[in-house]
Protein backbone atom coordinates (compact mmCIF):
# COMPACT_ATOMS: atom_id res chain seq x y z
CA UNK A 1 0.00 0.00 0.00
CA UNK A 2 3.02 2.48 -0.05
CA UNK A 3 2.38 2.93 -3.14
CA UNK A 4 -0.53 5.26 -2.78
CA UNK A 5 1.88 7.75 -0.90
CA UNK A 6 4.69 7.29 -3.33
CA UNK A 7 2.39 8.31 -5.66
CA UNK A 8 1.28 11.55 -3.45
CA UNK A 9 4.54 12.95 -3.64
CA UNK A 10 5.13 12.10 -7.46
CA UNK A 11 1.69 13.43 -8.44
CA UNK A 12 2.56 16.35 -5.71
CA UNK A 13 5.78 16.96 -7.97
CA UNK A 14 3.97 16.54 -11.05
CA UNK A 15 1.73 19.09 -9.95
CA UNK A 16 4.13 21.42 -8.31
CA UNK A 17 6.51 21.71 -11.72
CA UNK A 18 9.83 22.02 -12.85
CA UNK A 19 13.36 23.22 -11.63
CA UNK A 20 13.88 25.99 -13.10
CA UNK A 21 18.13 26.27 -12.51
CA UNK A 22 17.92 23.24 -14.47
CA UNK A 23 17.61 25.30 -17.75
CA UNK A 24 19.83 26.52 -19.05
CA UNK A 25 17.76 28.78 -20.99
CA UNK A 26 13.84 30.22 -20.41
CA UNK A 27 11.03 27.70 -21.10
CA UNK A 28 8.74 29.30 -23.85
CA UNK A 29 5.63 28.07 -25.28
CA UNK A 30 3.99 28.46 -29.10
CA UNK A 31 0.99 28.10 -30.92
CA UNK A 32 1.63 25.36 -33.86
CA UNK A 33 -1.79 24.84 -36.16
CA UNK A 34 -3.75 25.52 -33.00
CA UNK A 35 -1.95 23.41 -31.10
CA UNK A 36 -0.29 24.95 -27.60
CA UNK A 37 3.33 23.25 -27.61
CA UNK A 38 5.66 24.42 -24.62
CA UNK A 39 9.46 23.99 -24.86
CA UNK A 40 11.44 23.68 -21.81
CA UNK A 41 15.18 23.40 -22.41
CA UNK A 42 16.96 20.53 -20.26
CA UNK A 43 20.78 21.80 -20.39
CA UNK A 44 21.52 17.88 -21.12
CA UNK A 45 21.39 15.29 -24.10
CA UNK A 46 18.27 14.32 -23.86
CA UNK A 47 14.81 14.53 -25.13
CA UNK A 48 11.33 14.05 -23.74
CA UNK A 49 8.39 14.78 -25.45
CA UNK A 50 4.55 14.07 -24.36
CA UNK A 51 1.80 14.97 -26.41
CA UNK A 52 -1.32 15.14 -24.77
CA UNK A 53 -5.34 14.32 -25.44
CA UNK A 54 -7.25 16.05 -23.23
CA UNK A 55 -10.85 14.40 -21.61
CA UNK A 56 -9.84 11.14 -19.62
CA UNK A 57 -12.72 9.08 -18.56
CA UNK A 58 -15.04 12.35 -20.31
CA UNK A 59 -14.23 10.82 -23.67
CA UNK A 60 -15.96 7.08 -23.24
CA UNK A 61 -19.51 6.13 -21.03
CA UNK A 62 -18.87 4.04 -18.79
CA UNK A 63 -20.18 0.57 -20.73
CA UNK A 64 -16.61 1.35 -22.75
CA UNK A 65 -14.30 1.71 -19.38
CA UNK A 66 -10.66 1.03 -20.79
CA UNK A 67 -11.28 1.78 -24.53
CA UNK A 68 -8.78 4.58 -23.88
CA UNK A 69 -6.32 2.91 -22.38
CA UNK A 70 -6.40 -0.11 -24.90
CA UNK A 71 -6.07 2.59 -27.45
CA UNK A 72 -2.96 3.66 -25.52
CA UNK A 73 -1.73 0.58 -25.48
CA UNK A 74 -2.29 -0.44 -28.98
CA UNK A 75 -0.21 3.22 -31.16
CA UNK A 76 3.03 1.11 -30.45
CA UNK A 77 2.44 -2.22 -30.00
CA UNK A 78 0.12 -3.51 -32.55
CA UNK A 79 2.38 -1.56 -35.80
CA UNK A 80 1.89 1.79 -37.48
CA UNK A 81 0.83 1.57 -41.50
CA UNK A 82 4.82 1.95 -42.08
CA UNK A 83 6.10 -0.80 -39.20
CA UNK A 84 4.49 -3.21 -38.07
CA UNK A 85 4.72 -4.13 -33.95
CA UNK A 86 8.51 -5.84 -34.29
CA UNK A 87 10.64 -3.65 -36.37
CA UNK A 88 8.97 -0.50 -34.86
CA UNK A 89 9.80 -1.84 -31.59
CA UNK A 90 13.82 -3.24 -33.42
CA UNK A 91 14.57 0.39 -34.34
CA UNK A 92 13.83 1.79 -30.73
CA UNK A 93 16.16 -0.75 -29.00
CA UNK A 94 19.01 0.03 -31.82
CA UNK A 95 18.83 3.64 -30.71
CA UNK A 96 17.87 2.53 -26.86
CA UNK A 97 14.88 4.88 -27.24
CA UNK A 98 11.35 4.76 -25.91
CA UNK A 99 7.62 4.95 -27.39
CA UNK A 100 5.04 4.66 -24.99
CA UNK A 101 1.45 5.50 -24.51
CA UNK A 102 -1.02 5.74 -21.14
CA UNK A 103 -3.84 7.37 -19.73
CA UNK A 104 -5.37 8.70 -16.79
CA UNK A 105 -8.85 9.98 -15.51
CA UNK A 106 -8.04 13.19 -16.51
CA UNK A 107 -5.77 12.73 -19.70
CA UNK A 108 -3.38 10.44 -22.00
CA UNK A 109 -0.26 10.79 -22.66
CA UNK A 110 1.85 9.53 -26.07
CA UNK A 111 5.25 10.00 -24.62
CA UNK A 112 9.07 9.38 -26.43
CA UNK A 113 12.51 9.58 -24.73
CA UNK A 114 15.81 9.64 -26.53
CA UNK A 115 19.26 10.90 -26.84
CA UNK A 116 19.56 14.20 -28.69
CA UNK A 117 21.36 12.74 -31.53
CA UNK A 118 18.91 10.38 -32.33
CA UNK A 119 16.11 12.57 -32.36
CA UNK A 120 16.00 12.09 -36.41
CA UNK A 121 15.49 8.60 -36.46
CA UNK A 122 13.11 8.04 -33.11
CA UNK A 123 10.57 11.07 -34.09
CA UNK A 124 9.05 9.95 -37.53
CA UNK A 125 8.79 6.28 -35.10
CA UNK A 126 6.87 8.90 -32.98
CA UNK A 127 4.60 10.61 -35.50
CA UNK A 128 3.57 7.28 -37.07
CA UNK A 129 2.46 5.97 -33.84
CA UNK A 130 -0.04 9.08 -32.84
CA UNK A 131 -1.33 9.77 -36.72
CA UNK A 132 -1.10 6.35 -38.43
CA UNK A 133 -1.59 3.41 -36.15
CA UNK A 134 -2.36 0.08 -37.41
CA UNK A 135 -4.33 -1.60 -34.55
CA UNK A 136 -4.14 -5.21 -35.99
CA UNK A 137 -6.45 -7.32 -35.02
CA UNK A 138 -3.87 -10.31 -34.18
CA UNK A 139 -1.56 -7.81 -31.69
CA UNK A 140 -4.48 -6.19 -30.25
CA UNK A 141 -6.17 -9.72 -29.20
CA UNK A 142 -2.90 -10.45 -27.60
CA UNK A 143 -2.69 -6.94 -25.68
CA UNK A 144 -6.54 -7.27 -24.75
CA UNK A 145 -5.18 -10.23 -22.87
CA UNK A 146 -2.42 -8.83 -21.46
CA UNK A 147 -4.94 -6.23 -20.07
CA UNK A 148 -7.07 -8.31 -18.78
CA UNK A 149 -4.19 -10.15 -17.07
CA UNK A 150 -3.03 -7.44 -15.68
CA UNK A 151 -6.67 -6.14 -14.29
CA UNK A 152 -7.12 -9.79 -12.58
CA UNK A 153 -3.50 -9.35 -10.77
CA UNK A 154 -4.83 -5.97 -9.49
CA UNK A 155 -7.91 -7.50 -8.37
CA UNK A 156 -5.80 -9.63 -6.35
CA UNK A 157 -3.73 -7.20 -4.86
CA UNK A 158 -6.52 -6.04 -1.90
CA UNK A 159 -4.97 -2.25 -1.57
CA UNK A 160 -6.06 -2.05 -5.46
CA UNK A 161 -9.36 -3.71 -4.87
CA UNK A 162 -10.66 -1.88 -1.93
CA UNK A 163 -9.54 1.16 -3.78
CA UNK A 164 -11.15 1.07 -7.15
CA UNK A 165 -14.86 -0.01 -4.64
CA UNK A 166 -13.88 3.36 -2.89
CA UNK A 167 -14.04 4.54 -6.35
CA UNK A 168 -17.15 3.23 -7.58
CA UNK A 169 -19.16 4.21 -4.05
CA UNK A 170 -18.15 6.96 -3.85
CA UNK A 171 -18.67 9.10 -7.16
CA UNK A 172 -21.15 6.69 -8.13
CA UNK A 173 -23.48 8.53 -10.89
CA UNK A 174 -20.41 11.00 -11.95
CA UNK A 175 -17.41 10.22 -14.59
CA UNK A 176 -15.13 9.54 -11.97
CA UNK A 177 -16.39 6.50 -10.77
CA UNK A 178 -15.34 4.92 -14.13
CA UNK A 179 -11.38 3.22 -13.99
CA UNK A 180 -9.63 4.07 -17.02
CA UNK A 181 -8.02 0.41 -17.31
CA UNK A 182 -11.56 -0.66 -17.80
CA UNK A 183 -12.84 -4.25 -16.47
CA UNK A 184 -12.18 -7.60 -17.97
CA UNK A 185 -15.43 -8.08 -19.26
CA UNK A 186 -15.68 -4.90 -21.26
CA UNK A 187 -11.88 -5.12 -22.47
CA UNK A 188 -12.76 -8.76 -23.75
CA UNK A 189 -15.70 -7.38 -26.16
CA UNK A 190 -13.43 -4.42 -27.76
CA UNK A 191 -12.47 -4.87 -31.34
CA UNK A 192 -9.49 -3.59 -32.66
CA UNK A 193 -12.03 -1.71 -35.24
CA UNK A 194 -14.07 0.03 -32.68
CA UNK A 195 -10.48 0.94 -31.03
CA UNK A 196 -9.18 2.70 -33.64
CA UNK A 197 -12.32 4.22 -34.38
CA UNK A 198 -12.46 5.68 -30.95
CA UNK A 199 -8.92 6.74 -30.95
CA UNK A 200 -9.52 8.79 -34.35
CA UNK A 201 -12.68 10.30 -32.82
CA UNK A 202 -10.35 11.91 -29.96
CA UNK A 203 -7.34 12.46 -31.81
CA UNK A 204 -7.94 16.18 -32.41
CA UNK A 205 -5.99 19.30 -32.34
CA UNK A 206 -8.22 20.86 -30.32
CA UNK A 207 -7.69 17.96 -27.53
CA UNK A 208 -4.08 18.24 -28.08
CA UNK A 209 -0.91 19.60 -25.80
CA UNK A 210 2.61 19.33 -27.04
CA UNK A 211 5.60 19.46 -24.51
CA UNK A 212 8.98 19.04 -25.63
CA UNK A 213 12.04 18.83 -22.55
CA UNK A 214 15.15 19.39 -24.52
CA UNK A 215 17.83 21.42 -26.28
CA UNK A 216 16.36 21.48 -29.63
CA UNK A 217 16.07 24.76 -31.90
CA UNK A 218 12.71 25.95 -31.95
CA UNK A 219 12.35 26.34 -35.55
CA UNK A 220 13.21 22.40 -35.83
CA UNK A 221 10.57 21.86 -32.94
CA UNK A 222 7.58 23.91 -35.60
CA UNK A 223 8.67 22.22 -38.41
CA UNK A 224 7.87 18.68 -37.15
CA UNK A 225 4.89 19.23 -35.19
CA UNK A 226 3.65 21.04 -37.76
CA UNK A 227 4.31 18.04 -40.49
CA UNK A 228 2.52 16.02 -37.58
CA UNK A 229 -0.73 17.72 -37.20
CA UNK A 230 -1.23 18.23 -40.82
CA UNK A 231 -4.03 15.89 -41.36
CA UNK A 232 -5.22 15.70 -37.95
CA UNK A 233 -8.91 17.10 -37.57
CA UNK A 234 -9.09 20.29 -35.56
CA UNK A 235 -12.51 18.99 -33.72
CA UNK A 236 -14.13 20.42 -31.36
CA UNK A 237 -12.60 21.81 -27.52
CA UNK A 238 -12.58 19.98 -24.46
CA UNK A 239 -12.61 21.78 -21.02
CA UNK A 240 -12.37 19.56 -18.04
CA UNK A 241 -15.53 19.15 -16.35
CA UNK A 242 -14.62 20.06 -12.28
CA UNK A 243 -16.64 19.13 -9.69
CA UNK A 244 -16.93 19.44 -6.02
CA UNK A 245 -17.24 16.75 -3.94
CA UNK A 246 -19.57 17.43 -0.93
CA UNK A 247 -20.33 14.12 1.95
CA UNK A 248 -23.40 15.16 3.68
CA UNK A 249 -23.56 12.22 5.67
CA UNK A 250 -21.37 9.84 7.01
CA UNK A 251 -21.56 5.94 5.21
CA UNK A 252 -20.60 2.74 5.18
CA UNK A 253 -20.69 0.14 2.95
CA UNK A 254 -19.08 -3.31 3.29
CA UNK A 255 -18.23 -6.20 1.03
CA UNK A 256 -17.48 -10.00 2.31
CA UNK A 257 -14.31 -11.24 1.23
CA UNK A 258 -12.01 -13.84 2.44
CA UNK A 259 -9.37 -11.80 3.22
CA UNK A 260 -6.01 -12.58 6.24
CA UNK A 261 -6.91 -9.17 7.16
CA UNK A 262 -9.73 -6.28 6.43
CA UNK A 263 -8.97 -3.37 4.19
CA UNK A 264 -10.97 -0.08 5.04
CA UNK A 265 -10.82 3.12 3.40
CA UNK A 266 -12.58 6.75 3.44
CA UNK A 267 -13.08 9.25 0.98
CA UNK A 268 -13.98 13.07 1.70
CA UNK A 269 -13.70 16.55 0.41
CA UNK A 270 -10.84 18.21 -1.10
CA UNK A 271 -10.36 21.81 -3.15
CA UNK A 272 -10.73 21.88 -6.63
CA UNK A 273 -7.40 22.11 -8.54
CA UNK A 274 -8.26 26.27 -9.09
CA UNK A 275 -8.95 26.77 -5.15
CA UNK A 276 -7.11 29.24 -3.68
CA UNK A 277 -6.43 26.81 -0.72
CA UNK A 278 -5.18 23.62 -3.01
CA UNK A 279 -1.43 24.18 -2.46
CA UNK A 280 -2.55 24.41 1.88
CA UNK A 281 -4.84 21.47 1.86
CA UNK A 282 -1.80 19.48 0.01
CA UNK A 283 0.69 20.57 2.39
CA UNK A 284 -1.96 19.76 5.26
CA UNK A 285 -2.54 16.21 3.95
CA UNK A 286 1.68 15.19 3.69
CA UNK A 287 1.77 16.12 7.70
CA UNK A 288 -1.57 14.57 8.42
CA UNK A 289 -0.51 11.47 6.70
CA UNK A 290 2.61 11.58 9.49
CA UNK A 291 0.08 12.03 11.79
CA UNK A 292 -2.08 9.10 10.98
CA UNK A 293 0.81 6.89 10.39
CA UNK A 294 2.06 7.59 13.91
CA UNK A 295 -1.54 7.55 15.77
CA UNK A 296 -2.18 4.35 13.62
CA UNK A 297 0.75 1.55 13.34
CA UNK A 298 3.43 3.20 16.08
CA UNK A 299 1.54 4.46 18.86
CA UNK A 300 -1.40 1.61 18.41
CA UNK A 301 -0.45 -0.96 16.64
CA UNK A 302 -3.22 -1.43 14.21
CA UNK A 303 -1.81 -1.50 10.89
CA UNK A 304 1.43 -2.19 9.16
CA UNK A 305 1.31 0.59 6.75
CA UNK A 306 -1.79 3.19 7.09
CA UNK A 307 -2.14 5.76 4.56
CA UNK A 308 -3.51 8.94 3.53
CA UNK A 309 -3.18 11.27 0.39
CA UNK A 310 -4.52 13.70 -1.78
CA UNK A 311 -6.15 12.25 -4.55
CA UNK A 312 -6.18 14.91 -7.55
CA UNK A 313 -8.24 15.45 -10.53
CA UNK A 314 -11.51 16.86 -11.88
CA UNK A 315 -13.12 15.69 -8.83
CA UNK A 316 -10.26 16.04 -5.90
CA UNK A 317 -10.46 14.39 -2.85
CA UNK A 318 -8.54 13.32 0.35
CA UNK A 319 -8.18 9.33 1.18
CA UNK A 320 -7.05 7.38 3.83
CA UNK A 321 -6.63 3.55 4.20
CA UNK A 322 -5.61 1.18 6.60
CA UNK A 323 -5.43 -2.86 6.76
CA UNK A 324 -6.52 -4.40 10.12
CA UNK A 325 -7.53 -6.39 12.20
CA UNK A 326 -9.80 -4.00 14.45
CA UNK A 327 -11.50 -2.08 12.32
CA UNK A 328 -13.65 -0.88 15.73
CA UNK A 329 -10.45 0.45 17.15
CA UNK A 330 -9.07 1.59 14.11
CA UNK A 331 -12.24 4.18 13.58
CA UNK A 332 -12.06 5.10 17.10
CA UNK A 333 -8.15 6.29 17.00
CA UNK A 334 -9.16 7.99 13.78
CA UNK A 335 -11.95 10.07 14.83
CA UNK A 336 -9.99 11.04 17.98
CA UNK A 337 -6.54 12.14 16.08
CA UNK A 338 -9.10 14.20 13.23
CA UNK A 339 -10.76 15.73 16.32
CA UNK A 340 -7.54 16.75 17.59
CA UNK A 341 -5.81 17.79 14.76
CA UNK A 342 -9.29 20.15 13.97
CA UNK A 343 -8.93 21.65 17.70
CA UNK A 344 -5.42 22.34 18.29
CA UNK A 345 -4.11 22.36 14.29
CA UNK A 346 -0.96 21.50 13.00
CA UNK A 347 2.14 23.21 14.80
CA UNK A 348 5.07 25.43 12.75
CA UNK A 349 7.42 22.70 13.62
CA UNK A 350 5.49 20.13 11.97
CA UNK A 351 5.28 22.99 8.83
CA UNK A 352 8.75 23.35 8.69
CA UNK A 353 9.92 20.23 9.02
CA UNK A 354 7.76 19.40 6.10
CA UNK A 355 8.78 22.19 3.94
CA UNK A 356 11.93 20.86 4.04
CA UNK A 357 11.24 17.20 3.18
CA UNK A 358 8.66 18.68 0.34
CA UNK A 359 11.50 21.07 -1.25
CA UNK A 360 13.64 17.89 -1.20
CA UNK A 361 11.67 15.49 -2.69
CA UNK A 362 10.38 18.02 -5.20
CA UNK A 363 13.93 18.67 -6.62
CA UNK A 364 15.06 15.78 -6.60
CA UNK A 365 12.12 14.01 -8.37
CA UNK A 366 12.44 16.98 -11.14
CA UNK A 367 16.09 16.19 -11.79
CA UNK A 368 14.72 14.28 -14.71
CA UNK A 369 13.37 15.25 -18.12
CA UNK A 370 10.07 12.84 -18.01
CA UNK A 371 9.39 14.79 -14.83
CA UNK A 372 9.49 18.10 -16.18
CA UNK A 373 7.82 17.20 -19.01
CA UNK A 374 4.77 15.58 -16.92
CA UNK A 375 4.99 18.43 -14.53
CA UNK A 376 4.54 21.07 -17.10
CA UNK A 377 1.67 18.82 -18.31
CA UNK A 378 -0.24 18.44 -15.08
CA UNK A 379 -0.03 22.34 -14.68
CA UNK A 380 -1.13 23.00 -18.07
CA UNK A 381 -4.07 20.46 -18.26
CA UNK A 382 -5.44 20.71 -14.50
CA UNK A 383 -4.46 24.41 -13.75
CA UNK A 384 -4.28 26.26 -17.00
CA UNK A 385 -0.88 27.40 -16.50
CA UNK A 386 2.16 25.48 -16.94
CA UNK A 387 3.94 28.45 -15.87
CA UNK A 388 2.99 27.56 -12.33
CA UNK A 389 5.63 24.88 -12.20
CA UNK A 390 8.21 28.00 -11.90
CA UNK A 391 6.46 29.86 -8.92
CA UNK A 392 5.19 26.56 -7.47
CA UNK A 393 7.59 25.81 -4.42
CA UNK A 394 7.89 29.74 -3.74
CA UNK A 395 3.94 29.60 -3.39
CA UNK A 396 4.80 26.59 -0.95
CA UNK A 397 7.38 28.89 1.00
CA UNK A 398 4.74 30.91 1.43
CA UNK A 399 2.34 29.18 3.63
CA UNK A 400 2.11 29.48 6.60
CA UNK A 401 -0.06 27.52 10.11
CA UNK A 402 -3.09 29.27 9.49
CA UNK A 403 -3.04 28.32 6.17
CA UNK A 404 -3.02 24.63 6.47
CA UNK A 405 -4.98 24.58 9.54
CA UNK A 406 -7.77 26.64 7.40
CA UNK A 407 -8.23 23.87 4.98
CA UNK A 408 -7.97 21.02 6.68
CA UNK A 409 -10.45 22.03 9.22
CA UNK A 410 -12.67 23.08 5.64
CA UNK A 411 -12.38 20.02 3.81
CA UNK A 412 -11.87 17.04 6.32
CA UNK A 413 -15.56 16.02 6.92
CA UNK A 414 -18.13 13.74 7.05
CA UNK A 415 -16.60 10.70 5.03
CA UNK A 416 -18.02 7.37 2.32
CA UNK A 417 -16.17 4.33 4.41
CA UNK A 418 -15.73 1.04 2.32
CA UNK A 419 -14.66 -2.06 3.71
CA UNK A 420 -13.49 -5.59 2.32
CA UNK A 421 -13.14 -8.61 4.82
CA UNK A 422 -14.78 -10.29 7.60
CA UNK A 423 -18.53 -8.04 7.92
CA UNK A 424 -18.48 -10.27 11.92
CA UNK A 425 -15.48 -8.45 12.48
CA UNK A 426 -17.00 -4.52 11.91
CA UNK A 427 -19.87 -2.36 13.56
CA UNK A 428 -20.76 0.12 11.13
CA UNK A 429 -22.54 2.23 13.27
CA UNK A 430 -19.01 3.34 14.21
CA UNK A 431 -18.41 4.72 11.17
CA UNK A 432 -21.61 5.91 10.24
CA UNK A 433 -21.63 8.21 13.90
CA UNK A 434 -17.85 9.78 12.79
CA UNK A 435 -16.97 12.65 14.91
CA UNK A 436 -16.41 14.60 12.26
CA UNK A 437 -18.58 16.55 10.68
CA UNK A 438 -18.60 18.55 7.27
CA UNK A 439 -22.05 20.44 7.93
CA UNK A 440 -20.29 22.03 10.75
CA UNK A 441 -17.56 23.69 8.38
CA UNK A 442 -19.85 24.40 4.82
CA UNK A 443 -17.65 24.46 1.89
CA UNK A 444 -17.95 27.68 -0.48
CA UNK A 445 -16.67 25.88 -3.44
Excluded at 144 to 153: C, V
Excluded at 374 to 392: A, C, F, P, Q
Aim: charged share 20%.
Amino acid sequence: MMKKYIYTLLFAVAIGGTKPALAQHAAYDMIVDGVKVIVQPSGNSIVEIQTVLRGGVQNYPASKMGIESMAMRGLTECGTLKHDKNSFKNILDKINASIYGYTNKDYSVISMSCIKSDFDIAWPLYAEAITEPKFDAAEFARIKQDAINDLKEQESQPDESIDKMANKVAFEGRDFAKEPEGTPEIINSLTAEETKAFYNSILTRSRMLVVVVGDLDSSLIQTRVKIMLDGIKKGTPVEMKKSFFRVYNNSFKAEPKDLATNYIEGVTSGPLVDAPDFDAFNMAMQIFYDRHFLNIRTNNGLSYAPETWFDVGAISVAKFIVSTTMPNKYIAVFNKLVDSTKSHGFNASELANMKVTYLTGFYYKNETNYAQASSIVSNEVMHGDWKRSLTYMTNIKKLTVADINNAFNKYIGNIVWVYQGDPKKVDPILYKNGTSHVGDNPVSN
